[in-house]
């Protein structure tokens, strides 16, 4: 079962589909929710190397940084549990 903790979604989209990120309570994986990346940011990201099948690329915006920090913070905090 995952247990994911709502950390927060983007203060300026639509809410019933903005991005949004959790975290993992068992794991401590943070779970994102973004928008899916253009074929350009597809093409920078295979420069390193390549996107498995089973993976995805996706863009959170810059205005979700605090965010993003809150759930790294809850990450750590679950793993030294």
């Not at 309570?25 to 253009?38: E, H, K, M, P, S």
């Not at 996107?51 to 793993?79: G, K, Q, Y």
């Amino acid at each position: 079962m995952v247990n994911l903790k709502f950390v927060g979604k983007d203060p300026e989209s639509d809410k019933k589909g903005s991005p949004t990120i959790f975290v993992d309570d068992v794991t401590a994986d943070l779970v994102i929710q973004g928008w899916r990346a253009d074929e350009g940011t597809l093409t920078a990201c295979r420069e390193v190397g390549d996107i498995p099948e089973h993976e995805a690329v996706v863009r959170v915006p810059a205005r979700m940084v605090e965010i993003l920090r809150e759930a790294c913070d809850d990450a750590e905090r679950t793993r030294l549990r």
